[in-house]
């Protein structure tokens, strides 16, 4: 017996046990059925919301890093022309024979 012979006669079987249940018992089955529709539901729902999340979160860390580096960047180059200018100064005065 292949698989969807087997399915077929499981879920035969499924609506004919439903079939012959009292009406107040099918109710509370498919209020079952729904509920757990219901959390299935909640449960992908939240994984997708937090996939998107860490997404986010990921881009908004590679943004923060990106402008940090810039800043520092930033800070380095006035360091260094601050740098030359002392030095270049220093120089001048050394040769002036200036102090201060």
Not at 46 to 62: C, M, P
Not at 72 to 83: E, M, P, S, T
Not at 91 to 96: G, L, P
């Amino acid at each position: 017996m292949d698989f969807w012979q087997r399915a077929y006669e499981v879920f035969s079987g499924f609506w004919q046990w439903l079939h012959d249940t009292s009406p107040g018992q099918a109710t509370f089955i498919g209020s079952v059925f729904g509920f757990l529709a219901l959390l299935g539901g909640a449960w992908a729902n939240a994984s997708f919301n937090r996939k998107r999340d860490d997404r986010l979160r990921r881009e908004e860390q590679r943004g923060v890093a990106t402008a940090l580096r810039a800043e520092l960047a930033g800070c380095r180059r006035v360091k260094a022309r601050r740098d030359v200018r002392t030095a270049s100064g220093l120089e001048a005065d050394m040769r002036t024979g200036r102090v201060g």
